[in-house]
């Protein structure tokens, strides 16, 4: 998943269904050419990801037909398809939405299609575990960590290694305006790319997100607060995407800005020298960031050939010896340990990236599933009205937790 766009919890009439109703594929036999959804449009055909497709098919034994969507109308567009039994053979989802699909009855596990996930990091494949069962595997995952001007702490005498925890980091934050420059910028809009931002330093603060309006939570949201209030962040961070809080961070005047992995291609032609640091916890220590990144799912068919045959397909596309590529195209950490390695080895800089991604969480962890968007929407919504000062951090987690554990 790239840029966080998770889609909303949807109502769509597959949710209302019994799973028996969801299963798709028409016919009853195993078909000739398998369908392949993908929430990655810039890869066209010809492209490395595309041949791979194409050769993990030939290898089962099948034709594909892929078509590519923008992952904010994926899901809507399988819950449809699931409806009516139309659903692809195998499908490439954002990984908060697998538990969605899996409740929805969209999705076979791993275990009833004969999977195998283990190879995979133990902390990816948990945004795709539902109620003790897995779905599909994690292709890769990226996440968040702060990028840092180094001509600009250079300036302010900040040694970016100094920044450990977020004493430092507010020490270093008032040295860079003191030397007449900007501090960090962030995207703090109201959608789930503000949550997914605003979660490294709500969980780094040591909160949970079954309680958001815990002592813990109430300091994270508070340090955000007190960026805005001296002046270390810009108050534009509240209507900022990520793409525009990077917009922000290549003028050259900011110290540091907390984005991802897919900016490093922006980063190098940026015009400055740039470093990658990990998001500090409270106390110490690497934050837990969010895990971006989709999951290869088998979506249920009438036939249960067909269903197995998919999951050879996906066990293809997951491979270690085929996988890199894939990653190295999508500017993501595999999820694949001994893939990571060759990916550090071909590119040093991606090390702060691995040990992200090794301390990364799922959104959906700790068996939160399909409640997670009605969590969510609340965070952000408090995330909003702390920093405009429409309510004070406490006040807004407080109204926040009480939303969050009365929605349906």
Avoid: H
Wanted: include cysteine; charged fraction near 15%; charge should be neutral.
């Amino acid at each position: 998943m790239r840029r966080a766009a998770v889609p909303r919890l949807l109502t769509a009439a597959c949710l209302a269904v019994s799973a028996t109703a969801c299963s798709s594929a028409p016919g009853s036999s195993t078909p000739d050419t398998f369908s392949v959804w993908d929430p990655y449009p810039q890869f066209a055909a010809g492209s490395d990801w595309v041949r791979t497709i194409e050769g993990c098919a030939a290898q089962a034994g099948v034709k594909v037909q892929r078509q590519a969507y923008d992952t904010t109308d994926l899901t809507g567009k399988v819950l449809l398809a699931a409806q009516q039994r139309t659903a692809p053979q195998v499908l490439v989802v954002d990984n908060p939405v697998v538990s969605t699909l899996a409740e929805a009855g969209v999705l076979r596990s791993n275990s009833d299609v004969g999977l195998d996930a283990s190879q995979a990091s133990p902390n990816l494949v948990a945004a795709g575990t539902s109620n003790g069962q897995t779905y599909g595997t994690p292709i890769g995952a990226n996440t968040l960590a702060l990028y840092y001007n180094k001509a600009v702490l250079g300036a302010a005498g900040v040694d970016p290694a100094s920044v450990t925890d977020w004493a430092s980091l507010d020490a270093a934050l008032g040295k860079v305006k003191a030397a007449g420059k900007k501090g960090i910028t962030f995207s703090a809009i109201g959608t789930e790319e503000g949550s997914f931002q605003f979660l490294p330093w709500f969980w780094g603060s040591g909160a949970t997100l079954t309680d958001l309006s815990s002592a813990d939570a109430v300091s994270a949201l508070t340090l955000w607060k007190s960026w805005l209030d001296k002046g270390l962040a810009p108050n534009s961070v509240v209507g900022n995407t990520q793409t525009t809080s990077w917009q922000e961070f290549a003028t050259g005047e900011y110290a540091f800005a907390e984005n991802g992995t897919w900016q490093l291609q922006n980063a190098k032609k940026a015009g400055f020298e740039y470093g990658v640091i990990a998001i500090p916890g409270r106390t110490g220590g690497t934050a837990p960031a969010p895990t971006g990144g989709e999951f290869v799912t088998v979506p249920m068919q009438d036939d249960k050939g067909t269903e197995t045959k998919a999951a050879q397909i996906v066990t293809c596309l997951t491979a270690p010896d085929r996988v890199l590529a894939t990653v190295t195209a999508l500017t993501y950490v595999s999820a694949v340990p001994s893939v990571r390695e060759q990916q550090v080895a071909a590119s040093p800089e991606l090390k702060v990236w691995v040990d992200a991604v090794q301390n990364a969480k799922g959104r959906t962890g700790d068996n939160l599933g399909t409640r997670y968007p009605r969590i969510s929407q609340p965070l952000w919504g408090a995330v909003q009205a702390a920093l405009t000062g429409a309510k004070t951090p406490e006040a807004a987690l407080k109204d926040a937790q009480a939303a969050a554990a009365s929605a349906k």
